[in-house]
T-cell receptor
Framework: EAGVTQFPSHSVIEKGQTVTLRCDPI?????LYWYRRVMGKEIKFLLH????????ESGMPNNRFLAERTGGTYSTLKVQPAELEDSGVYFC????????????????FGEGSWLTVV | AQRVTQPEKLLSVFKGAPVELKCNYS??????LFWYVQYSRQRLQLLLR??SRESIKGFTADLNKGETSFHLKKPFAQEEDSAMYYC???????????FGEGTQLTVNP
């Protein structure tokens, strides 16, 4: 079974440019999450999709960040315009469902997209 | 608001020695607690969860509600245990994970 895949794995952009990160969750997983870890800080929640709907976007830092999940399959996270403090690792994760069996609500992570803004 | 604290950013032990990675949390309800591990050049993966009360790769963790702790323990560390370990909390009513800052464990030969 393919895991959560993220693209690109690494990206270096200049301040003010736009970057779009893509996440393909595990097939059949309705829940999709974005997290990020900026240098020296803990991994922080950004938002949560259930299918194509935003269930919780309280972790989004500001309106320069836009996440979409059209069709309830893959998701994109766009940063526009990028700032220096946006540098870090952006993780995508997915899970089958929220409640129920422990196996069903296990959250699986992708390898992360490393973003460097210079 | 919930919070997870891992007081040690770095922990170094010798092979065969016991290891304990500390995790404390603050949350008013009854949370789910997890340990995630990230080996070098690999993705973050679930190591164990408190509700399963299982032992994975020789690691165990007991939820102590009185001390609000969920320390990860292994009696005899192995070199392949070297990795970044994250303690995480999930509210019972929600779905987001709240992570600690992580502890980088190095097991020396």
């Amino acid at each position: 079974e393919a895991g959560v895949t993220q693209f690109p794995s690494h990206s270096v952009i200049e301040k003010g440019q736009t970057v779009t990160l893509r996440c393909d969750p595990i097939s059949g997983h309705d829940n999709l999450y974005w997290y990020r870890r900026v240098m020296g800080k803990e991994i922080k929640f950004l938002l949560h999709f259930v299918k194509e709907s935003k269930q919780d976007e309280s972790g989004m830092p500001n309106n320069r960040f836009l996440a979409e999940r059209t069709g309830g399959t893959y998701s994109t996270l766009k940063v526009q315009p990028a700032e220096l403090e946006d540098s870090g690792v952006y993780f995508c994760a997915s899970s089958l469902k929220l409640q129920g069996t422990a196996q069903g609500n296990t959250i699986y992570f992708g390898e992360g997209s490393w973003l460097t803004v210079v | 608001a919930q919070r997870v604290t891992q007081p040690e950013k770095l922990l170094s032990v010798f092979k065969g020695a016991p290891v304990e990675l500390k995790c404390n949390y603050s949350y008013s309800g009854s949370p789910e607690l997890f340990w995630y591990v990230q080996y070098s050049r690999q993705r973050l993966q679930l190591l164990l969860r408190h509700i399963s009360r299982e032992s994975i790769k020789g690691f165990t963790a007991d939820l102590n509600k009185g001390e609000t702790s969920f320390h990860l323990k292994k009696p005899f560390a192995q070199e392949e245990d070297s990795a970044m370990y994250y303690c995480a909390l999930r509210e019972t009513s929600g779905s987001r994970l709240t992570f600690g800052e992580g502890t980088q464990l190095t097991v020396n030969p």
